[in-house]
C-alpha cells in the first residue's frame, strides 16, 4: 500500500543554520505531496504541496521539490529561525482521493 | 474566516467510559474528517463524510467508535467503550473541492 517515511528527529539547529528534512513515498500513479507543519498545542497547517513532478512548492522560506525518479520531497530552508520549532509532516495523497497519509513527523528544534 | 471548530481540548477518562468529541466545520464544507494522531505517528484517517453521508471508514474500529454528521454541518465522534490505546489527540477537518484541507485544533484524549 501507499506510505511516506521521513526522517526521524528530533533534529536540532542553531538559528540561521540550513534545514533539510528527509521524505520518501510509495505510491502507484502519481500522487500530489504535501508539507504540513504543526505547533505546539495547534492544528496541522499546510505548509506547501506540490502536485506533479518536478513541482516545487515552496512557502516562508522552505521548499520542497517532487523527485518521481528518486521518489522523494525533501525540505529545505536556508536559515532556520527560532519560530520554525514544530513537527513536519510530509504527506501524500492519491490522484482523484482526498485521503491523506502522513508520514510519523519530525520534530525540529532550533536554538538561538 | 472562522477555522474548524473543536470541542473539548482536553478529556481524561477511565477505561471503559464513554466519550464524545464535537467538529464543527467551516462553513460551506461538504466533506468532513476524522483523523486519529497517536503519539509520535503521523495522524491516521478514521472516516470520511460528504455532506451527511460516510464516504470511507474502512479505518474506523466500528465495535467502538462512532460517528455521525446528520444535517452535513457538525459532526460527532463517539468512543464507547474506551480502550488506554485510544489515548491520542483526535483531529477534524474540513475541505471544499480540492482547495486543500483545514485542519481543527484538535481533542487531546487521556484513557486511564
Known amino acids: 500500500g501507499d506510505s511516506v517515511t521521513q526522517m526521524e528527529g528530533p533534529v536540532t539547529l542553531s538559528e540561521e543554520a540550513f534545514l533539510t528534512i528527509n521524505c520518501t513515498y510509495t505510491?502507484?500513479?502519481?500522487?500530489?505531496l504535501f508539507w504540513y507543519v504543526q505547533y505546539p498545542g495547534e492544528g496541522l497547517q499546510l505548509l506547501l504541496k506540490a502536485t506533479k513532478a518536478d513541482d516545487k512548492g515552496s512557502n516562508k522560506g522552505f521548499e520542497a521539490t517532487y523527485r518521481k525518479e528518486t521518489t522523494s520531497f525533501h525540505l529545505e530552508k536556508g536559515s532556520v529561525q527560532v519560530s520554525d520549532s514544530a513537527v513536519y509532516f510530509c504527506?501524500?495523497?492519491?490522484?482523484?482521493?482526498?485521503?491523506?497519509?502522513f508520514g510519523t513527523g519530525t520534530r525540529l528544534k532550533v536554538l538561538a | 474566516e472562522a477555522g474548524v471548530a473543536q470541542s473539548p481540548r482536553y478529556k481524561i477518562i477511565e477505561k471503559r467510559q464513554s466519550v464524545a468529541f464535537w467538529c464543527n466545520p467551516i462553513s460551506g464544507h461538504a466533506t468532513l474528517y476524522w483523523y486519529q494522531q497517536i503519539l509520535g505517528q503521523g495522524p491516521k484517517l478514521l472516516i470520511q463524510?460528504?455532506?451527511?453521508?460516510?464516504?470511507?471508514d474502512s479505518q474506523l474500529p466500528k465495535d467502538r467508535f462512532s460517528a455521525e454528521r446528520l444535517k452535513g454541518v457538525d459532526s460527532t465522534l463517539k468512543i464507547q467503550p474506551a480502550k488506554l490505546e485510544d489515548s491520542a489527540v483526535y483531529l477534524c477537518a474540513s475541505s471544499h473541492a480540492q482547495d486543500g484541507y483545514t485542519f481543527g485544533s484538535g481533542t487531546r484524549l487521556t484513557v486511564v
Open positions: 463524510f460528504q455532506n451527511n453521508g460516510v464516504v470511507d
Open positions: 505510491a502507484t500513479g502519481y500522487p500530489s
Open positions: 504527506a501524500l495523497t492519491r490522484s482523484g482521493t482526498y485521503k491523506y497519509i
